[in-house]
């Protein structure tokens, strides 16, 4: 196993902050480093200094590493409970409240879990074509991946188990089909969702948003960036607009004390109050 | 004096655990780290079965959290549980490590770079080889190494892929584990 160096990784950093603006300076250290050692590790690259060549001469092989940094969601319908009270409050209580059309943002997407999760949800509750869905990401590669449907034999048992636990009305075998031995989800799920690039400030963020799917993301940034972060977030958001955040993620004394209500502790979801 | 001490287990660990966190005074001065395989979809429970029989109040750390003496921190279900430089804790879901997610070895690594010389790393009874990989490390950074004794385990896989990978400073019994980390006080 390549074991990276404290210094070796600020190189890396400073390179691709100069090189391609983007910046990873405030991304929690230790997961980061040992993201570019698997990276490393999976590419066969034994030194540092071939990473940093490769990155400097090849704009897509940037574009891949940028996607490999970000941390795949674990499986879909994370926290089943979750979903149900996505199911039975706080979607149902939007939908009442302002009428079709509403605005739900998943930033910093990587694999697609949430966001098929999400459309899965939304189609059983009669919603999907209802609701405008914006999906954004570092990495073109991620959501090129996203939209392939493309989906990792070992997250599927889990899934499946999850999609039960939440309620869900059928089976989740309905919304895959396999070809080659190779599960893919259904596409059509996803056909009229917006898709972007953003930076690592998540920028630039949509306007009016009333829901934000934002799972076990922030657990890669140090406080700092977390905080500029929420503040982006917050702005995005309507008054009243849900903040989702991961079972384990705290708002704790980051910018969020007085703009946040926490309406559901078990769940982790925020309300905006002003 | 020691950082942390660190401590692993997987099938047939939990009964070893909770007599070494009833034996632990409420005032032990070392932050304990217990990073055990568990099921990944329930989030309750296994806290507080550890908590009926601790001293120490058992807490699963939110992200970032601070590590302070007087507590032991359980990686909650689904996360593997860093060390992260400045005495925190950071959280991650990447891809489970030897089927695991907390993954034992990932504990003990991030913990190794972060303590140095000034940690303990136990690994107690377990069915697979994941914290062996973990426990070198500790080793190579001069931590403390600890095994439970094979013939005391459950399961004696774990321990055993231990070994085999680092010569472990002291292969223990749970009595001998626990005078051990009293002394350490």
New interface residues.
């Given amino acids: ?1 390549i074991e990276l160096g404290i210094v070796d990784t600020r190189n890396i950093i400073n390179l691709i902050a100069e090189k391609y603006n983007y910046d990873f300076s405030d991304f ?4 980061f480093k ?2 570019i050692e698997m990276l490393m590790e999976q590419n066969n690259i034994k030194h540092p200094d071939i990473l940093m060549n490769r990155l400097m001469e090849n704009k897509n092989f940037v574009d891949s590493f940028i996607g490999q940094i970000n ?4 499986e879909m319908f ?3 409970s979750l979903w149900r009270v996505l199911q039975d409050e706080i979607i149902t209580n939007i939908y009442r409240e302002t009428g079709t059309g509403f605005k739900i943002w998943l930033p910093n997407s990587v694999s697609g879990d949430e966001l098929f999760s999400l459309a899965i949800l939304l189609v059983e509750m009669g919603l999907l074509d209802k609701v405008q869905i914006l999906v954004s990401s570092m990495s073109e590669r991620s959501l090129d991946t996203i939209r392939s449907g493309l989906f990792p034999e070992y997250k599927l048992e ?1 899934s499946y ?2 999609y039960i ?1 939440s309620n869900g009305k059928f089976s989740l075998s309905n919304y895959f089909s396999v070809v080659n031995n190779q599960a893919i989800r259904d596409v059509s799920l996803i056909k009229h969702v917006t898709f972007f690039n953003q930076n690592t400030l998540l920028e630039p963020a949509p306007q009016g948003v009333k829901l934000v799917l934002f799972r ?1 993301k ?3 940034f ?2 700092t960036l ?1 905080s500029k972060i929420l503040k982006i977030i917050y702005n995005s958001m309507t008054t009243g607009g849900y903040l989702v955040i ?5 708002l ?1 004394l980051l910018y969020g004390n007085n703009e946040f209500t926490l309406m559901n502790e078990a769940e982790n979801i925020y309300k905006r109050r002003l | 004096m020691y950082k942390a001490v660190v401590i692993g287990g997987s099938a047939g660990s939990f009964q070893v655990l909770t007599r070494i966190l009833s034996a632990l005074p409420k005032t032990y001065p070392i932050p304990v780290l217990l990073s055990m395989h568990r099921l ?2 329930i ?1 309750s429970g296994f806290l507080e079965a550890l908590a009926i029989k601790s001293n120490l109040p058992v807490v ?5 959290e601070q590590i302070k003496p007087g507590r032991a921190y359980l990686a ?1 279900a ?2 593997h549980m ?4 400045g005495n925190r804790i ?6 489970p490590v030897h089927h695991s ?1 907390p993954s034992i070895d ?1 504990s003990f690594i ?1 913990a190794a ?2 303590f140095r010389d000034k940690m303990v790393g136990i690994i107690l009874s377990g069915a697979n080889s994941d914290g062996a ?1 973990g426990l070198q490390k500790v080793k190579e950074n001069n931590g403390i190494t600890i095994v439970q004794d094979p013939n005391e385990c459950q399961v004696r896989t774990m321990t055993e892929a231990a070994m085999k990978l680092t010569r472990v400073d002291h292969v223990f019994t749970t009595d001998q584990i626990i005078n051990f980390l009293l002394k350490l006080n």
């Fill in positions: 196993m929690a250290l230790t997961s040992r993201r941390v795949p969601s674990t994370r926290d089943p889990i188990d999850n636990r076990n922030m657990i890669y140090n406080q977390q991961g079972a384990k993620e705290s704790g | 990944k979809h989030r699963e750390p939110f992200d970032k909650p689904n996360y860093f060390i992260e430089l950071a959280l991650s879901t990447e891809e997610r990932l991030t770079q972060a990989y």
